[in-house]
């Protein structure tokens, strides 16, 4: 108790405070552009951090990371983009919400959602770091191959209208995934010859191929923005309070979608995309109106928000406990840490117990921040998209979507796959394909593909390898999970129609 009394004061102080608002705000605006990423934000933070020391640096880019996760939804809202990989199911109802004039009470929805999932898991991060991390190492290539496969059977939900499409678009995602060089075996796979195209094709590339372009040939398409002037702007106080009563009056669904976030946050590798879709799913999938998810219900933006801001904290577990980054940009976080010799572990807690609770305890006041920062600057761009007309924000917003793809690995031939995929992703949307089962077959048919390789490899002296993917309990459970999952998914299908018969 000491050591967080100690903690909290040092964090209180006007400069440290300062930080903090300084890094939500940069993150906030850095996250709603397409394709820069939180590990994009917290690598352009890195060079700062050299001149503070290691208290100030390790705040200032966890509150980068907090700012950058929940701005992804403001893109995600008002354009049909999401501005992280985080934000994807936050499209689902939050666009459709924007297009019915609601665009502010589903920013309002998703900042205090954002707020809320923020504090749980900087609170979880507080009391139960050593039993999250301990079940983290448990999770082998086994178990993220079945993690992979679960996530899979998102798509039954993710399709709409045909489960056949969705799977189709899922494959398409596995296919795209298996371009470029073999995680596992080196080999070159489906380049063409061509060997530029032996660096894959990245997430972000085509996230914003897929979600980014279509939106804009479409408003091309109209001759006008998608989004419909809201008739109930009010004050930012009456909506924060409209918003709060949304989101509380849902608590199961919320303590739900927090609980997820926590659990896949701590499996290293798995990431706020699967996080807050298997969220949406279970929200989608336990909701008394299943049918309006898609449609403008503020309970699919609850379960995506507060579940990937959840993330933020929970892949800390395993980086503060055992030095392993839970997701990408906790690498960063991780050298600024090295940087100024400190090692992950028991040591961090006992022999520097300030600054590591320092660290924590920021991050949560920088969920705190989000509240009033997103509130007012969800107002800001909200009103900017509005008044600006089609045909300046179509070019403008195409520039920076470039900007952000050419920047990630500065590479030309990465803006021509994602224009590729965007022509290619337009063209399907009117056959009934959507995006999502696309993306979601790509991110995890990597995770899929390194998983069943280790495990079979790890199983040569077994005379069938692949009994090693069911050796372990874990991976029974999660084997008996996907069956229970896909058993409730089909069962009301068959109910229906027998009732329809």
């Not at 999932?117 to 448990?138: D, Y």
């Not at 080196?186 to 897929?210: D, H, K, M, N, Y």
């Not at 996080?275 to 989608?284: G, K, Q």
């Not at 892949?315 to 030095?323: A, E, I, K």
Request: net charge positive; aromatic share 6%.
């Amino acid at each position: 108790m000491d050591i967080l009394i100690a903690a909290a004061l040092a964090v209180l102080q006007p400069h440290m405070l300062i930080i903090i608002l300084l890094g939500v705000t940069a993150g906030l605006f850095v996250g709603a552009l397409p394709g820069l990423t939180a590990t994009m934000a917290l690598a352009l933070m890195l060079p700062f951090t050299f001149t503070l020391d290691a208290l100030e640096g390790l705040v200032a880019l966890g509150a980068v990371y907090m700012g950058t996760i929940y701005g992804g939804a403001f893109t995600a809202i008002l354009l049909n983009t999401p501005g992280t990989p985080s934000s994807i199911a936050t499209t689902f109802d939050g666009h459709p919400m924007a297009k019915q004039g609601r665009a502010l009470e589903a920013i309002s929805v998703a900042t205090i959602a954002s707020v809320v999932g923020g504090v749980v898991g900087v609170t979880f991060l507080l009391i139960a770091a050593p039993p999250l991390a301990q079940l983290a190492l448990k999770f082998g290539p086994a178990e993220m191959f079945w993690v992979a496969i679960l996530g899979l059977t998102l798509i039954g939900s993710l399709a709409t209208g045909s489960l056949l499409k969705g799977l189709l678009g899922g494959a398409i995602g596995l296919l795209i995934g298996t371009i470029g060089i073999s995680p596992i075996g080196g080999e070159s796979r489906f380049t063409f010859g061509w060997p530029p195209l032996q660096a894959g094709v990245s997430l972000i590339v085509a996230l914003i191929g897929l979600f980014v372009i279509p939106e804009l040939l479409q408003m091309i398409r109209r001759g006008q923005a998608s989004l419909e002037p809201s008739d109930t702007i009010g004050n930012t106080g009456f909506q924060f309070m409209s918003a709060l009563r949304t989101v509380l009056s849902k608590p199961v669904n919320l303590v739900r979608s927090c609980a997820i976030g926590q659990v896949i946050a701590v499996i290293p590798g798995a990431g706020g995309s699967i996080t807050s879709l298997v969220a949406y799913n279970e929200a989608r999938r336990w909701s008394k109106t299943p049918e309006t998810f898609g449609k403008g219900n503020p309970e699919g933006i609850v379960a995506s928000e507060s579940s990937n801001n959840v993330m933020v904290a929970g892949s800390m577990v395993p980086l503060l406990t055992l030095g392993i980054p839970g997701a990408p940009p906790d690498a960063i976080i991780l050298g600024v840490m090295l940087l100024h010799g400190l090692r992950p572990g028991l040591d961090l807690f006992t022999q520097t117990g300030v600054l590591a609770n320092g660290f924590i305890i920021s991050m949560g006041l920088a969920a705190l921040m989000l509240a009033p920062i997103g509130l007012l600057g969800g107002r800001l761009i909200y009103r900017v998209i509005i008044r600006t007309p089609h045909y300046f924000l179509v070019p403008t917003i195409l520039i920076v979507t470039i900007l952000g793809t050419y920047a990630l690995r500065n590479n030309v031939i990465d803006v021509a796959i994602m224009l590729g995929l965007g022509v290619v992703g337009f063209l399907i949307r009117g056959l009934g394909l959507h995006a999502a089962p696309i993306v979601l077959g790509l991110i995890l048919g990597t995770i899929a593909e390194q998983g069943y390789v280790q495990s079979v490899l790890g199983g040569m002296a077994l005379d069938i390898p692949q009994l090693r993917l069911v050796a372990n309990p874990l991976s029974q459970v999660l084997i008996a999970l996907i069956v229970l999952v896909i058993v409730w998914a089909a069962w009301p299908k068959r109910f229906s129609r027998k009732k329809q018969g």
